[in-house]
Every structure is written in structure tokens, then in C-alpha cells.
């Protein structure tokens, strides 16, 4: 599976940002997605997550209401919209093919896209 992240930048505080991954090689509607982040000193953190099956969406407690993760297995795309950035949001995103747990981690993830940079300005 390739994926390849599109839509970093820079945005503004209380602004928006939309980002996409688009993934190739694997039969996308029956992977599980996932966004994580990392911040520069930080370790990478999971995100957002939308599974293969029921479209179930997990998101982190400090994205919760704020960011949206969706799929369009049309496409072969996974996007996330993020409302209301803050300055923390500011880090490099990645878009993961994943198994999707309670507890989602690093090793949860098959495959990695290249990464996205995001920065906040305040």
C-alpha cells in the first residue's frame, strides 16, 4: 500500500486546514485509516481513525469536536478536515493504514505516507 499525504500548510489559529491521503496499491475499502502527528521534540501521536467496515471514527481527546476524519472509498481517499487549529496542532501529519484499537499506537500501523507539514501561526 502507498499513500501519499496532500493539504499541509500553514494556517491560522481558530482557522482551518483540510488534508488528504491518498492511497494506492491495496484494496482500500477494507483498510482501516488513521492520522497521527508529530510535533519537533515530540514523539509521533495517534489522531484520528476511521475503520474499513462500519466507518467508525476515534479521535484523539485533544482533536475531539475540532478535527474530522472521512473516507471516500470511491477515491481511495482519506481526508481530515481541522477546525479551530490551535498552535499545538502545528506537526508533521502522517496517514497510516492501520488496525484500529482502544488504544491506537505507532505499531497499529502497516503502512506510512511520507508525511504533511502543518503550522499554526497565532
Known amino acids: 500500500v502507498q499513500l501519499v499525504e496532500s493539504g499541509g500548510g500553514l494556517g491560522r489559529a481558530g482557522g482551518s486546514l483540510r488534508l488528504s491521503c491518498a492511497a494506492s496499491?491495496?484494496?482500500?475499502?477494507?483498510?482501516?485509516m488513521g492520522w497521527f502527528r508529530q510535533a519537533p521534540g515530540k514523539e509521533r501521536e495517534f489522531v484520528a481513525a476511521?475503520?474499513?467496515?462500519?466507518?467508525?471514527?476515534y479521535y484523539a481527546d485533544s482533536v475531539q469536536r475540532r478535527f474530522t476524519i472521512t473516507r471516500d472509498n470511491a477515491k481511495n481517499t482519506v481526508a481530515q478536515l481541522m477546525n479551530n487549529l490551535e498552535p499545538w496542532d502545528a506537526a508533521v501529519y502522517y496517514c497510516?493504514?492501520?488496525?484500529?484499537?482502544?488504544?491506537?499506537?505507532?505499531?497499529?500501523?502497516?503502512?506510512w505516507g511520507q508525511g504533511t507539514q502543518v503550522t499554526v501561526s497565532s
Open positions: 496499491g491495496g484494496s482500500f475499502s477494507t483498510l482501516s
Open positions: 476511521v475503520t474499513w467496515n462500519s466507518g467508525a471514527t
Open positions: 497510516g493504514e492501520m488496525v484500529v484499537r482502544p488504544i491506537a499506537r505507532d505499531g497499529d500501523v502497516d503502512y
